[in-house]
């Protein structure tokens, strides 16, 4: 591939198509404004700037990684999410566009402490404290490395004084006992796919997100079996709760969360009229 942007898009999209990538034009076009330096937005008018071989040589090396299906977010090393960017590594999740349906609903009623279980990036929790400026927020993470791309996500969006970061692991006894709450708000998007469902995700998830983050094995329920229950201790009287769920979970994670005690349960569509978000709060007795 040599020539201007325009050419060498063309040869990268080309390549990508044929390989059977479900978006090979808009992977391409990401994958070049990386490699350009312009925002995406802008690409256009940069097509007929002449590429030095280096960056042909880039632009190369970044559609072998797609063709060999690594997320574009892990290729450029991020992710715009509610018009932030967000650090992304193997050991995170790719913030998906689905999680923002928990976002929307959180902002309907702002919170002074925010609890974020399973933080990862941490687009959840630091999306949250950017919004509120007043705000505070713990993150809960199992993983030390996933922790460690949160924290560098704080610091990126100049929210350390705001947030803590804690490891801790909620299939483990007395998790909650560790958290210095109350909390206002408590969210999660904690891995809820089935076992069943884990064969069938595409080469992108499966091969290359961690698979901790992804599923709990057996029904996908289990993250929600450990949180619920002690969810009541961990919020304010009159605190919400938002749990991302999978789209057939509605129902379940629902009927748990009514179980454990929260009330007014709710369920959240996201865009595409899925079941998204379980929406429940604590009503002082």
């Not at 996933?146 to 007395?174: I, K």
């Amino acid at each position: 591939m040599t020539g201007t942007a325009a050419h060498v898009l063309s040869a990268g999209r080309t390549r990508l198509r044929d390989a059977g990538l479900p978006d090979p034009a808009t992977d391409a076009r990401r994958l070049l404004a990386f490699v350009m330096g312009v925002p995406g937005a802008r690409l256009t008018l940069h097509l007929q700037d002449p590429l030095t071989a280096d960056a042909v040589q880039r632009f190369e090396a970044a559609i072998e990684a797609r063709l060999r299906r690594q997320p574009v977010a892990q290729i450029v090393g991020g992710r715009q999410f509610w018009g932030r960017w967000f650090n992304v590594t193997p050991d995170v999740l790719d913030p998906r566009p689905e999680t923002e349906t928990l976002i929307a609903a959180a902002l309907e009623k702002p919170a002074l402490r925010i609890l974020d279980l399973g933080t990862g990036s941490g687009c959840i929790l630091l999306t949250l404290l950017a919004e509120w400026p007043d705000a505070t927020g713990c993150a809960l993470e199992a993983s030390p490395a996933a922790l460690a791309v949160a924290r560098s996500n704080a610091e990126a969006l100049s929210l350390t004084q705001r947030a803590t970061f804690q490891l801790g692991d909620w299939t483990r006894p007395g998790w909650a006992g560790a958290l210095e709450g109350p909390f206002d708000l408590i969210v999660s998007n904690p891995p809820y796919v089935t076992h069943s469902e884990m064969a069938d995700l595409e080469a992108d998830v499966l091969d290359w997100e961690p698979h901790m983050a992804l599923s709990p094995g057996g029904d996908g329920l289990d993250a929600y079996r450990a949180i619920i229950p002690a969810l009541r201790g961990l919020l304010t009287p009159t605190g919400r709760v938002l749990l991302e769920i999978g789209p057939t979970q509605g129902a379940q994670v629902s009927d748990l969360a009514a179980a454990g005690g929260l009330e007014n349960v709710q369920l959240l569509p996201d865009l595409d009229s899925r079941d998204r978000v379980v929406l429940a709060h604590n009503f002082a007795k």
